[in-house]
């Protein structure tokens, strides 16, 4: 089966600053990749998603890059601010999910 | 729309319980999925259905059991609980196979 990996595992930035979280996937096949925003006590929520066939997606503040060659894709936040402050995931999906280990970022404000 | 319902929020089992955990969706989404989420390990997907009639083992069945009656219900069965079933259980549903929305989670202590 697939096998995805997210680094960094924690993530602390100062608020205003860029924040990235990537993640590497093994299965060529993989076609569709989300992330997602968990913040504590509650559901995961879909913040953004990218097709094998797009290179990078921008939603506002935050954007998605995938480079299906090396098989790994990134989320980046811009222009931090505290409520970014949760965990994310990311997944590669062919037929089903596969989720990363997750993201816990921090916003110092 | 109340989208993806889950009951119970919380829930504590002793070991050898049994007990159905509930999903309903009133979004007419033919995927349907359980994940469980325990710290630090992401999500890993129990069982899932790709319409009525239909259910399919994921990564870690072991312990679970499903059914798929209707389009609307996905209830996930824990026969005889076991502590390394203590987890917090999500399920999700999706039109297409992508953008799952998830439930609420019900948190399982198994003692």
């Known amino acids: 089966g697939e096998n995805v990996e997210q680094h960094p595992s924690t993530l602390s930035v100062q608020e205003g600053d860029s924040a990235v979280i990537k993640c590497t996937y093994s299965?060529?096949?993989?076609?569709?990749f989300p992330w997602y925003k968990q913040e504590l006590g509650k559901r995961p929520q879909l913040i953004i998603d990218i097709r094998s066939n797009v290179g990078e997606k921008k939603d506002q503040r935050i954007a998605v890059t995938l480079n299906k060659t090396a098989k790994h894709f990134s989320l980046h936040i811009t222009e931090t601010q505290p409520e970014d402050s949760a965990v994310y995931f990311c997944?590669?999906?062919?037929?089903?999910?596969?989720f990363g280990t997750g993201t816990s970022l921090t916003v110092i404000p | 729309n109340a989208g993806v319902t889950q009951t119970p929020k919380f829930r504590i089992l002793k070991i050898g319980q049994s007990m159905t955990l509930q999903c309903t969706q009133d979004m007419n989404h033919n995927y349907m999925y359980w994940y469980r989420q325990d710290p630090g390990m992401g999500l890993k997907l129990i069982y899932y259905s790709v319409g009525a009639g239909i259910t399919d083992k994921g990564e870690v069945p072991n312990g679970y059991n499903v059914s798929r009656s209707t389009t609307e219900d996905f209830p996930l069965r824990l026969e005889l609980a076991a502590p390394s079933q203590t987890s917090v259980y999500f399920c999700?549903?999706?039109?297409?196979?992508?953008?799952?929305?998830f439930g609420s989670g019900t948190r399982l202590t198994v003692v």
């Open positions: 999700a549903s999706s039109n297409t196979g992508d953008g799952y929305t």
């Open positions: 299965d060529s096949a993989s076609n569709y």
């Open positions: 997944a590669a999906s062919r037929n089903q999910f596969y």
